[in-house]
């Protein structure tokens, strides 16, 4: 069997329908990304990169790989499982995507993945096979994914956001701010990325009485709020929480499905995310559903 790829706005909305349809009856977080995703490639919203839509094995397919490749950064995939894991698609399905993506993996000799603990180990156990050479895992996060419900979004948007007496919140000046943010990015790869996403998705940054950026949040290219950060001097004060939820607003204006990614060592966002009433934690059968950013080092 090959994948399907979804290369045409038709396929986009037909795939876009189908997801829309399992969420209104079940609100499942799982469909968030993929739903940001969708709209982001139908709106042809971030051309700077390529983003390929693969299914396997049918038209509604079980797996859904969102392949991003470009010149300035290494491959990056996100991944949308079923509610159950099919252990023979998956394997089938992760041996096309490395065969298909081999070269761009083999030039960039690296690789991103965004998926459940099953898959990043089921590419981790077929790299060596399928590209001939063994890989090293140079980052791995595991994070909570935090969604809001539809509820929590209409809520928010007629909630009016407070913030500290002396500091504005604003959208990103990409031009003023841009250098600054991607500098103090630990996971940003590319400047020229970094200050693209700024200009073409929504973001959000917090400024003290002189007009200087003391923080921000920006959304990433699968539709998530990414790069939060605050100054150290300017913490404690909610200004994080002030830029996040603004930049929530401005996504639940778009019509947009608003979740985040909080990796599990970050005690006190966790803590705080877990207190808020704005945020949901994906949970399945009662525990945390664990996600995970695995990337992988091709050795040459």
Request: hydrophobic letters at 40%; proline letters at 3%.
């Amino acid at each position: 069997m090959t994948l399907h790829e979804f290369n045409t706005t038709e396929e986009l909305k037909e795939l876009l329908d189908h997801e829309l349809w399992i969420d209104t009856q079940l609100d499942l977080p799982s469909t968030s990304p993929i739903d940001s995703v969708l709209r982001i490639e139908i709106g042809n919203e971030f051309p700077l990169s390529r983003l390929d839509v693969l299914g396997y094995s049918t038209e509604c397919p079980e797996y859904v790989y969102c392949m991003e490749t470009c010149d300035v950064q290494h491959p990056y995939v996100y991944v949308r499982a079923p509610a159950k894991h099919d252990g023979k698609l998956l394997n089938e399905s992760v041996r096309l995507v490395l065969e298909q993506y081999r070269q761009q993996i083999l030039d960039h000799g690296r690789l991103m993945v965004s998926a459940d603990e099953v898959i990043v180990d089921a590419f981790r156990s077929l790299i060596a096979e399928v590209l001939g050479r063994s890989c090293k895992v140079i980052v791995d996060h595991e994070v909570g994914m935090f969604y809001m419900t539809a509820a929590q979004r209409e809520e928010l948007l007629s909630t009016e956001l407070e913030i500290l007496c002396g500091y504005t919140v604003e959208p990103v000046d990409v031009d003023r701010d841009g250098d600054t943010i991607h500098a103090l990015w630990k996971n940003g790869i590319s400047a020229e990325i970094t200050k693209e996403r700024l200009r073409r998705f929504p973001s959000t940054c917090v400024r003290d009485s002189s007009g200087q950026l003391v923080g921000w949040a920006m959304s990433g290219r699968f539709g998530q709020i990414s790069n939060e950060f605050v100054l150290p001097e300017h913490r404690g004060k909610g200004l994080g929480k002030a830029v996040e939820l603004a930049l929530a607003k401005a996504l639940a204006r778009k019509g947009r499905r608003v979740f985040k990614y909080v990796e599990m060592t970050n005690e006190i966002v966790l803590a705080s995310s877990m207190r808020s009433p704005h945020w949901t934690l994906w949970r399945e059968d009662g525990k945390r559903k664990a996600m995970f950013f695995r990337k992988f080092e091709i050795v040459m």
